[in-house]
């Protein structure tokens, strides 16, 4: 199996709080890999780091090939990013935020119209091209950011609790979406804090105070913990914490 | 050169689109060029005096009339006592309070020599300063007049008398608005360029969608130059605005120096005081922060920058604290090419030390800006 995400005790320290401790783990291309932890975990933190938005204090990694340290702006190439905080802009029509970040990852002009119309295809959101991103509800919002993050067909597709505050149809289509992105070759990374989200994850990896505390499939932790459902493996794992917000 | 071009096409929609940002860009600056110079006028009248006269003569009365019809003075009252003179200051009716004593016409002919009591309240020190420095004056011409006529009478030998005659150049009326409009003209622009440019880059910060930037491959120069060139434009659009459009048009101030020379140091300037900007944003983390930085530069830059005080009437320290503020030199500068037809070799030193600042400003803010924590 090919490995697109590889890292080797990755620590990130912000003066004497270790936020990361020591992550050591690797996800295969295609799959989709969950990253579980409760608040304050650091699953942001580590993610910030594989994305080149943060420098580790110490470790090493490799994101679809590249160097951590040396070859950032390599991985910013073959990377998409969706942050927990919703990042189109908001006085930008529909078109333009798509025209604007496919235009800056490079893509061509014809590329820019195929793609833009197909996305807009694929949402549904013909009607909707014209309007302000900011008048957009949430749900809205979130698939087309999304999409906005794939759209110059990135090796892997980094997302940070995609799926926060909205409703249970719309996150149905949200997963129908990753699960496109997946066969089309790109591997997702995913944090979540929806335990049934969790279940659609290939693998997954569990944070505590830092630490990746258990790695594995879903139903294989399910059986290591000897519980029915992702939510007890979450609060087998997670209740030992120290930390919280 | 395209990643430029998508950064640009967006920045310019997003503030064309910006509905409170548009007449703040626009037309604030014209309003505040057809204002302030109105405002800020260096020429005192209407300093309200009171006269105690207590000699009730002809002589009196001659020296009266001349200080009312000199235009500078507004008569308060006349007061019979020093103490009820004294009221009027202390209620703020009067600035000036001029003393004739008992026997001012009879010592002024009999002893040759009189005194006059002046009081100033100083609490408005420009206005009691030249008040008073208008008071000496007219009575000094007053005293040359008497004097005039008695050598007259007497048939003596006529006192050799020095008078001056000046004449200024660059501004022969002396009409504040030219020294005042390039002035602020310069501010404007400076403020545009400082406040939008800081505060658009940390509202992205605040917003979010700098993340986003970051993780994408947009090197930083390209961010950069996308923020500042849409800015550049609009200062140059808004000082063409103020200098043909209120300059010319509404004060009639047509710039005698090459317009390509003040253009050529205006974008320096530009690239300089948006530098500026930039670098505030590095820092501020919120568009209050950035606010407040931005404030305080600028107002020790305006009233540092010799537009409102004369920079050489400054103590040393601040002297030397001028030559840190860019408005200072842009303000110098557009006064001697708008005003006196200043060519480069005169402005040579202003236009290094200009791009000398623009280097550092810039340097500074893109060392300090991080597409990485």
Known sequence: ?245 | MRTLKFLLRKEFKQIFRNKALLPMLFVVPIMQLLILPLAADYEVKNINITIVDQDHSAYSQKLISKIMASGYFRLASYATGFNDAFDDVENDRSDLILEIPQGFERNLIRENEQQLYMAVNAINGVKANLGGTYLNRIIADYNADVRLEWVQMSKFNRLPTIEIVSSNWFNPTMNYRFYMVPGILALLVTMIGAYMCALNIVKEKEKGTIEQINVTPIKKYQFILGKLIPFWVIGIVVFTMGLFGIGWLVYGIAPIGSLLLLYAYLSVYLIAVLGLGLLISTYAETQQQAMSIAFFFMMIFILMSGLFTSIDGMPEWAYIMTKFSPITYFIEVMRMIVLKGSAFSDIKSHFLIMVGFAVSLNGWAIYNYKKTS
């Open chain 1, 1 to 245: 199996m090919d490995t697109v995400i590889h890292t080797n005790k990755l620590t990130k320290r912000f003066g004497d709080f270790i936020a990361a401790n020591e992550i050591t783990f690797d996800v295969y291309r295609g799959e989709i890999f969950g990253f579980l932890g409760a608040n304050g975990a650091g699953k942001t933190t580590a993610m910030r780091m594989l994305c080149g938005l943060s420098t580790p204090s110490s470790g090493t990694a490799t994101i679809a090939g590249f160097d951590i340290y040396k070859q950032a702006e390599e991985i910013k190439k073959n990377i998409g990013y969706m942050s927990q905080k919703f990042s189109l802009y908001e006085d930008l029509t529909v078109l333009e935020n798509i025209r604007f970040f496919g235009g800056i990852y490079g893509l061509s002009d014809r590329q820019l119209k195929e793609k833009s119309e197909q996305l807009i295809e694929t949402l549904g959101m013909k009607s909707e091209v014209k309007k302000m991103v900011g008048s957009l509800p949430l749900g809205w919002k979130q698939k087309l950011s999304f999409s906005v993050a794939i759209l110059h067909e990135p090796k892997i597709v980094f997302l940070d609790e995609p799926t926060g505050g909205v409703d249970p149809v719309t996150r149905r289509q949200f997963w129908d979406l990753i699960y496109e992105a997946v066969d089309s070759g790109i591997t997702v990374f995913v944090t979540t804090h929806y335990m049934d989200e969790a279940e659609y994850c290939n693998r997954i990896s569990m944070m505590v105070d830092g630490e990746i505390k258990a790695l594995d499939t879903p139903a294989k932790l399910k059986q290591q913990y000897s519980v029915t459902s992702m939510d007890e493996v979450f609060y087998e794992l997670a209740r030992g914490a120290k930390r919280s917000e």
